[in-house]
């Protein structure tokens, strides 16, 4: 099992993050072709879910 907040697909690890912008995968802002919008929603919604995760622990 993969640490927490590491997601393989994305090649990207969410804790590794020190600042928002480090927070966002590779290619995160790149939305000109549709496979980078579906990439841009997936990665988000990913993200969403690892942040009510840690939140959830912390309370």
Do not use: W
Not at 11 to 27: S, T, V, Y
Not at 46 to 52: G, I, M, R, S, V
Request: proline share 7%.
């Amino acid at each position: 099992m993969p640490a927490q907040g590491f997601y393989p697909r994305l090649g990207f690890n969410f804790l590794d993050a020190q600042d928002k912008h480090d927070m966002l995968p590779p290619g995160f802002r790149s939305r000109k072709s549709k496979q980078a919008r579906h990439f841009h929603k997936k990665s988000m919604r990913l993200y969403l879910k690892h942040c009510t995760q840690i939140n959830v622990k912390e309370a």
